[in-house]
């Protein structure tokens, strides 16, 4: 099994940063692409930014030049650097990772969340 435990959510006033980790553990063998995605109240998840293995990035283009992400291999883990923050960008954050486990299977994972909150 495989768990995902984020951390370094919280409230902040627009125009602050935070700093979003996400650290993978238990049976696995590699890590593919790692992704942060956010859900805000009534509305359906969304893909924030993504990184692969060899380290290329995408974003979201309500998030390009404010968010970056980046991973920590032998950390197995992922970040997520969050600023010129919003008030749109309140929402809960879930990773995702994609794993090669050491049973030989290959599936992603979601984090718990962590909640973003940015007052005006």
């Known amino acids: 099994q495989v768990q995902l435990v984020e951390s370094g959510g919280g409230l902040v006033q627009a125009g602050g940063s935070l700093r979003l980790s996400c650290a993978a553990s238990g049976s696995i063998s590699s890590i593919n692409t790692m992704r942060w995605y956010c859900q805000a109240p009534g509305k359906q998840r969304e893909l924030v930014a993504t990184i692969t293995s060899g380290g290329g990035t995408n974003y979201a283009d309500s998030v390009k030049g404010r968010f970056t992400i980046s991973r920590d291999n032998a950390k197995n883990t992922v970040y997520l650097q969050m600023n010129s923050l919003e008030p749109e960008d309140t929402a809960m954050y879930y990773c995702?990772?994609?794993?090669?486990?050491?049973?030989?299977?290959?599936?992603?994972?979601w984090g718990q969340g962590t909640q973003v909150t940015v007052s005006s």
């Open positions: 995702y990772v994609d794993v090669w486990t050491t049973l030989g299977t290959y599936r992603g994972f």
